[in-house]
Nanobody, 122 residues
Framework: QVQLVESGGGLVQAGDSLRLSCAASGRIFNTHFISWFRQAPGQERELVAGISRITGSTYYADAVKGRFTISRDNAKNAVYLQMNSLKSEDTAIYYC???????????????WGQGTQVTVSS
């Protein structure tokens, strides 16, 4: 079993930056891909970015390309999401999730963190 804990959310103004962290523990060797999803009120949960723990290859949703950067530190079992030039539409609960293989579908992710709120005021 893998446990994920997110941190780093908060209230910022449009144009500001935030860095989210995802700390993983447990049977981490079973996970290949760790991703950040977000869910705004009344909307579907959507994939923001993902990274392979093995190869470091990354995936980004079009809405965040050029503004967000996902990275990993395998020594610390951590994944980060650097968010720059934040917009009001980035406001959501951000979740860290782990999958045994690379996937962009939320239904493929068996392990989820509790989420961290990001609020961007315009």
């Amino acid at each position: 079993q893998v446990q994920l804990v997110e941190s780093g959310g908060g209230l910022v103004q449009a144009g500001d930056s935030l860095r989210l962290s995802c700390a993983a523990s447990g049977r981490i060797f079973n996970t290949h891909f760790i991703s950040w999803f977000r869910q705004a009120p009344g909307q579907e949960r959507e994939l923001v970015a993902g990274i392979s723990r093995i190869t470091g290859s990354t995936y980004y949703a079009d809405a965040v390309k050029g503004r967000f950067t996902i990275s990993r530190d395998n020594a610390k079992n951590a994944v980060y999401l650097q968010m720059n030039s934040l917009k009001s539409e980035d406001t959501a609960i951000y979740y860290c999730a782990a999958c045994v293989s690379a996937s962009i579908r939320a239904s493929d992710y068996a392990t989820w963190g509790q989420g961290t709120q990001v609020t961007v005021s315009s």
